[in-house]
């Protein structure tokens, strides 16, 4: 891997009465001028079937301050409120290209963010200065950046339980590759065992929301019993905010844990390209499938794997890794997923079912890796030219 990475150090701060103030405020008008640029793209688009790019927007985000009851707009620095609109454009992006639905509109109640870039912010002997703010922030450094590096951008967060947070963007030359290792694994994931590897071991799934289900389920019907827009629901709002950051923080730290772990351990991951947003559309698992986490963690799989020269190779959603003997290569014309442990029929080895589809996914991802086969169901067979003691006899397309 040449040059140098991107990476973000998050850090927790405890802004003064002045600073929160303004920070508040910042956050409001990004968040306001984000909802009124998507209410302007949204209505031009059903009224005259016009798309508004970002350069119109621009110029709305002018007129506006210049409005009396708008005025207030220009308290704030101007550059987290441009960052907003090329947000909302990038959004968009996304959703013209298929990758994300249409663009929400920002919710108070959700906190929010401003990002600061170079011109907004002054980085002085490791401190961060913000725009328009005369004192420095006062980070918890849990950690130093590296050494001669600066940030490039500054993003602050408000969450939901009312805590602050900044990011801070620098080109880090601290991430480098790590030393090979003769080693590749296959992973499949799962419900009841989050992962099972093709060595045979299996990680739990912690189920991170149904240990603290009944605590949510008591927080969220005390929030419902309270008065809208008074004090006493504001204050179970947070209540109901702190039990999914709860939720969110164990399960984030877990998989970081996790990944990690692989990523160092491994020099080739194998993993399934599941259509997770398809898996959730079923009602009876889509619960588990969201509690598992199986995007969150092939995400930080993909960019750790980037950073550190490891390989992670993706194969076909529709490979029969379930349903193919691992020793033989026959496939089974049925398997129901309460099926734990089944015995192949043609060749009589008794297999567990995830530790099975684990080795079969390894060999799928080795003949990938190295031949570049496309691997995948069809009519029975595998497509390409392989000759791996997994798949049984060689398969022609």
């Known amino acids: 891997m040449s040059g140098m990475t991107q990476r973000a150090y998050k850090y927790r701060f405890y802004p003064t009465t002045e600073q929160e103030s303004l920070l508040r405020r910042t956050v409001g008008c990004v968040r306001l001028v984000y909802n009124k640029a998507l209410a302007a793209r949204t209505d031009a688009w059903y009224q005259t079937s016009e798309r508004v ?55 108070k109640c959700n906190g929010g963010t401003a990002e600061f870039t170079k011109s907004a912010f002054r980085w002085k002997d490791g401190q961060v200065f913000l725009a328009k703010c005369t004192e420095a922030l006062p980070i918890s450094w849990s950690r130093q950046i590296p050494d001669g590096c600066s940030p490039s951008t500054i993003t602050v967060k408000l969450d939901a339980r009312g805590r602050w947070y900044v990011s801070l963007l620098v080109d880090d030359p601290t991430v480098k590759p790590l030393p090979e290792v003769d080693k590749s694994i296959g992973l499949d994931l799962g419900v009841t065992s989050l992962i099972a590897t093709s060595d045979g071991t299996k990680i739990a799934n912690l189920k991170h929301f149904k240990r603290l289900h009944n605590k949510l389920r008591r927080v969220q019907k005390a929030l419902s019993r309270k008065q809208k827009r008074s004090n006493n629901r504001h204050k179970a709002r947070l209540k109901v905010a702190k039990v999914h950051g709860q939720i ?42 969201s509690d598992a986490a199986w995007g969150e963690l092939v995400r930080q799989l993909t960019y750790k794997a980037a950073w550190y020269g490891r390989e992670l190779v993706k194969i076909d959603r529709w490979f029969p890794s379930s349903k193919s003997c691992a020793n033989c290569g026959h496939i089974v014309d049925k398997m129901l997923l309460n099926v734990r442990e089944w015995e192949c029929p043609e060749c009589g080895t008794k297999h567990d079912r995830d530790i099975n589809a684990a080795n079969n996914i390894l060999a799928a991802g080795l003949a990938v890796s190295v031949c570049g086969a496309n691997v995948r169901l069809d009519n029975h067979r595998v497509e390409g030219q392989l000759r791996n003691p997994r798949f049984g006899k060689e398969a022609e397309t």
């Open 53 to 107: 790019g970002y350069e119109q927007t621009s110029s709305m985000l002018t007129s506006w301050k210049k409005e009396q009851e708008l005025d207030f707009l220009n308290e704030v620095s101007c550059v987290p409120l441009q960052q907003g609109l090329r947000h909302l454009q990038k959004a968009f992006t996304n959703f013209w290209a298929g990758r994300a639905k249409y663009p929400n509109f920002k919710k």
């Open 248 to 289: 969110a923080d164990a399960r984030k730290d877990f998989l970081h844990k996790l990944t990690t772990q692989l990523v160092r351990e491994n020099q080739t991951i194998v993993v399934e390209d599941l259509a997770i947003k398809n898996m959730v559309k079923n009602h009876k698992l889509a619960n588990a499938i």
